[in-house]
């Protein structure tokens, strides 16, 4: 009496949707998840990226340093606390009389002028997805990758 109590159930029966449903949209979650991994660990190289440009500043401020108007110490400091290949590396500083860029940054403003020095420090690394997709996910860097770019920069006077 009980096996027919049973059968007579299984045509109305609705447990067996709850399964298709998730094998059809498992795919789509675990993209998702995929595509979330790779969405934190560029936020994490650009992160770091920033942390070393700012590594640049905290030694372009060292006593000592801002006189001579030379900073070619901290491109090797900057790859160092990166830690990772870089693309491209730039640090720049400059000297403005009221708000005009100067071309030598030893030089000095006319009398009357406000005056102020910058150094800045931009560097580039490229980020490649772990998981492409098929190359759907793939940026303008080699291999696919994506450019990401950490700066910084202070006025010193």
């Not at 789509?28 to 920033?50: H, P, R, T, W």
């Not at 009398?111 to 490229?126: D, I, L, M």
């Amino acid at each position: 009496m009980q096996i027919r109590t049973v059968l007579a159930l299984l045509p109305g029966c609705r447990s067996g949707a709850a399964g298709a449903e998730m094998a059809l949209i498992a795919p789509v979650l675990a993209g998702l998840l995929f595509v979330g991994m790779d969405l934190g660990l560029a936020f994490s190289q650009k992160q770091s990226l920033e942390q070393a440009a700012q590594r640049g500043i905290e030694l372009a401020l060292a006593p000592g340093t801002i006189g001579t108007g030379d900073f070619s110490h901290l491109g090797p400091e900057v790859r160092a606390a990166y830690g990772r290949p870089v693309t491209s590396l730039t640090v720049d500083n400059w000297l403005e009389c009221n708000g005009v860029r100067q071309q030598n940054w030893n030089s000095f403003c006319p009398a009357g002028q406000t005056f102020a020095r910058y150094v800045s420090v931009e560097v580039q690394a490229v980020y490649v997805p772990q998981y492409s997709f098929g190359g759907i996910i793939s940026g303008s860097g080699r291999n696919g990758g994506f450019v990401l770019t950490g700066d910084a920069s202070v006025r010193l006077q």
